[in-house]
């Protein structure tokens, strides 16, 4: 069970956070599209933190769970908690995959795939504009007002 509220944004805040999202930021979150591989920010970067969703600020995934795996995109192993993301059946482009979206505000994320390390064999390849960095120690984002653990610090 979360300690985070994953009650969906009210419309009007939906709203709010969406007039926030550069072109990019829309069409990748929202219309489920792809950044171009190799160029997202954060695809190689190191710092310790929590990487949450770019729309509403959900932890998705912890840096200690971030690997390399050379496809393009920024990799993690699992997600900071399991019922933070959510996974859909999706057959779009002639292929079979899984899309995971945030399961807060129903964002897109990127996809997962049963190629990763141990000790979950998962690969969570997400782009770099569906996610915000939290460094640790610094707070979390809160742009929906919650309070509770959204008030913390990430670590």
Known sequence: MS????TPPTDAQRQALVASLSPDEARVLLQHGTEAPFCGVFLDNKRDGVYCCRLCALPLFRSSTKFDSGTGWPSFFAPF??????EIRDVSHGMIRTEVTCARCGSHLGHVFPDGP???FERHCMNSVSLSFTANGEPYPDPLQRGGAEAGQAG
């Open 81 to 86: 908690a399991p019922e933070h993301v959510r």
């Open 3 to 6: 300690d985070f509220d994953l």
């Open 118 to 120: 141990p000790p979950t």
